[in-house]
Nanobody
Framework: QVQLVESGGGLVQPGGSLRLSCAASGSIYRIYTMSWYRQAPGKQRELAAAITSGGSTHYADSVKGRFTISRDNAKNTMYLQMNSLKPEDTAVYLC????????????WGQGTQVTVSS
């Protein structure tokens, strides 16, 4: 099994910054693509950013130029640096990873709340 634990969420003013972390643990053989999804109240879950094991990245248009995704493969940890935050970025941010432990599966963290408000 693989466990994903997010941290770093909180309350921030518009224009501010936050850095989210997602740490993977367990009987991990290999982690492939890792992603940050977000879900705002009353809205569908959406992909914010993704990063492959080789470091290729993908961003939703809504966050491009403001968010930066990265990972430390040695630490099995992924990060999301969020700058120039807007109220519409308010959501629960969830970590997602495709990993091989007991077979290859998709795993989810429990999420961390990000609130952008003055």
């Amino acid at each position: 099994q693989v466990q994903l634990v997010e941290s770093g969420g909180g309350l921030v003013q518009p224009g501010g910054s936050l850095r989210l972390s997602c740490a993977a643990s367990g009987s991990i053989y290999r982690i492939y693509t890792m992603s940050w999804y977000r879900q705002a109240p009353g809205k569908q879950r959406e992909l914010a950013a993704a990063i492959t094991s080789g470091g290729s990245t993908h961003y939703a248009d809504s966050v491009k130029g403001r968010f930066t995704i990265s990972r430390d493969n040695a630490k099995n940890t992924m990060y999301l640096q969020m700058n120039s935050l807007k109220p519409e970025d308010t959501a629960v941010y969830l970590c997602n990873a495709d990993a091989s432990a007991d077979g290859t599966k998709t795993y989810w963290g429990q999420g961390t709340q990000v609130t952008v408000s003055s």
